[in-house]
């Protein structure tokens, strides 16, 4: 069964410009989580998505934003990219999110770099 | 607010030694606790998952216990082989889906 999948993989972008990160969840898993991990702040949490409605949702600005697709396939998208923004961007998968049980797979990641 | 402290930041060892990695975390109302190893520019591996209402899993050289009520988990590693040389995290699962609250990681190097 194949992983989590995350394109593109790298992404280069410029201060002001918006980016579109897409995930592939294993097949069968209808949860979708995305993560940012920094230098400076670890691994946080940007949100989860769940039969295409968003579950939850961590503590970042309005410009970051996600959707899930009836295939389960989520995107997320950040608008006037900022500096700050430059990190890896995880996505994980799991079959319900369900607390305590379900194992979160997840993907290589997508580094994004904001100049 | 849940936070998940991981000691030591980073551990250098000789191959073949037995080794432990400590995780806590100050809520103890958790659901889960997860274990991952995370190569350098990779993404993570799923080690171990612990139910809240389990003490340990095991899965070969790899032994994970949780001690809820004093909010404690470690991840025991016998064996200790180069290929184990990473950044393994400790995440903890509250009751909001599949959200996770991670730790900062411990850097393990094995050397040969």
């Known amino acids: 069964k194949a992983g989590v999948t995350q394109t593109p993989r790298y992404l280069i972008k410029t201060r002001g410009q918006q980016v579109t990160l897409s995930c592939s969840p294993i097949?069968?898993?209808?949860?979708v989580s995305w993560y940012q991990q920094t230098p400076g702040q670890g691994l946080q949490f940007l949100f989860e998505?769940?039969?295409?409605?968003?579950?939850n949702k961590g503590n970042f600005p309005g410009r970051f934003s996600g959707r899930q697709f009836s295939n389960s396939r989520s995107e997320m998208n950040v608008s006037t990219l900022e500096l700050g923004d430059s990190a890896l961007y995880l996505c994980?998968?799991?079959?319900?999110?369900?607390?305590?049980?379900?194992?979160?797979?997840f993907g290589p990641g997508t580094r994004l770099t904001v100049l | 607010k849940q936070e998940v402290t991981q000691i030591p930041a980073a551990l250098s060892v000789p191959e073949g030694e037995n080794l432990v990695l400590n995780c806590s975390f100050t809520?103890?109302?958790?659901?889960?606790l997860q274990w991952f190893r995370q190569d350098p520019g990779k993404g993570l591996t799923s080690l171990l998952l612990?139910?809240?209402?389990?003490r340990e899993q095991t899965s070969g050289r790899l032994n994970a216990s949780l001690d809820k009520s004093s909010g404690r988990s470690t991840l025991y590693i016998a064996a200790s082989q180069p290929g184990d040389s990473a950044t393994y995290l400790c995440?903890?699962?509250?009751?909001?889906?599949?959200?996770?609250?991670f730790g900062e990681g411990t850097q393990l190097t094995v050397n040969p």
């Open positions: 994980a998968s799991s079959l319900e999110g369900r607390p305590g049980t379900d194992t979160q797979y």
């Open positions: 097949s069968g898993h209808r949860s």
């Open positions: 998505y769940f039969s295409e409605t968003q579950r």
């Open positions: 809520d103890s109302a958790i659901y889960n």
């Open positions: 612990i139910q809240s209402s389990q």
């Open positions: 995440a903890v699962g509250g009751s909001s889906g599949s959200r996770l609250t």
